[in-house]
């Protein structure tokens, strides 16, 4: 394994006082709050056009594809080029996008443009993504990294409980696309904040960095270094089945508040709002968790309690209850997904961060765009009852299998890797 040494770039002051990162946490805070007016509004105005949940999911489907065929490409640009300036383009391209949608529906219904509009705006996220995991590293040093991503996805989750609120509110009152118009600006301030952060260590990376290669070997560098990891390799396999079990899962649970428990816009935009509380909590508590537990434990346990909850929610027609184990779930995905991806920080040379990065995220999301139309089809065709107990006994196998992997290791990042 190659292992960065502690940086001195954040290490004189805490989180609080560090100015950069308060204004990249600020950018993603407004980028968010955004983007959970369009988490809520997309699904609703396909619902309301079509009255099909298998509609949504296909259009989930495809747009995350594109997210898949994206990332393909997109750790290649992330290593190679500015990365506040790729933050500032794709966050600028996205406003484009999706400001297209209300200015198209004034006319008329166009189911159409979201099929367009959708997985573009995906592939640009993805590159989006890959940048922004990359630009935390060059933010913070490396003791901090799994604090600084706990504090950027606490607060991200806790301005995406306004959000799905508002867009309820703002859908029932005026339509979702005014919601999606909302998360349009939100694309444009973010970018505005980005362009005053610095960040600090990718030049000195870059210039250490071993010459370019082939483009076929550009794009299997971060695939090498995934697989020569035996704990990232690991994760690598069970996290693809692990999205291929729940990425339709919040198409199914607005499917089943609106269709089964005759629920209206407003209600689902509330369930969403007190389900992110979870995300909050766990990206709270998942530092102090994984120094107590140990990454092992803290992993493995995220994924099987979430697998209980998606079968309480399957089994239960109480809308609190339904709530609160959304929430038990986003509590458990944020703590497995952070953990898994400050380690992947952690322990992967810098120039090479974007292009395992993107690897990781192209092959982890592989199989996610089948798995939600499948369980789309499957909530359609045999009830969500059926749907959430296949999904969380799935979630419960993964747990078990990674209990015979070098995933169950407490310091992981302490592992030397094949190469």
Known sequence: MTQTGKSERGAASPLRRDRNFNVFWVAQILSVTGDSFAYIAIPLLVLHVTGSVTQMGLLTGVAGAASVFAGIFAGILVDRLDRRTLLICC?????VLYGLIPLAWAFGPQIWLLYVVLPISEAVGMVFQVTYVTA????????????????????????????????????????????IAINAVSFALSAACIYFVRFGGQAAASASAPPRQKPWQELLAGARFLWRHPVLRTLTILLSFFIF?????????????????????????????????????GSLLVAPIRRKLGFGTAWIGGIAVGGLAITGIGVSGDIPVIAALMAVY????????ICSMSLRQQVTPDHLLGRVTSAFWTIHF???????????????????????????????????????????????????SGD
């Open 330 to 337: 986003l509590a458990c995905v944020s703590v497995g997904g």
């Open 91 to 95: 966050d600028l391209a996205r406003m």
């Open 136 to 179: 935390v590293r060059n933010l913070v040093d490396d003791d901090r990294i799994t604090a600084a991503n706990g504090r950027l996805y606490a607060t991200s989750a806790m301005a995406g409980i306004g959000g799905p609120l508002l867009a309820g509110v703002v859908s029932g009152q005026f339509g979702p696309t005014a919601a």
């Open 245 to 281: 079990f729940t990425l339709g899962l919040t198409d199914v649970l607005i499917y089943h508040l609106k269709h089964d428990l005759g629920q209206s816009d407003g209600m689902v935009g509330i369930v969403l709002a007190v389900a992110a509380v979870g995300t909050i909590a």
């Open 366 to 416: 592989s199989l996610g765009p089948v798995g939600a139309a499948v369980l789309t089809w499957g909530a359609g065709r045999y009830g969500v009852t059926v749907v959430c107990l296949f999904a969380g006994a799935a979630c419960l196998i993964i747990a078990i299998i990674a209990l015979f992997t070098p995933v169950r290791q407490p310091n992981p990042e302490h592992l030397v």
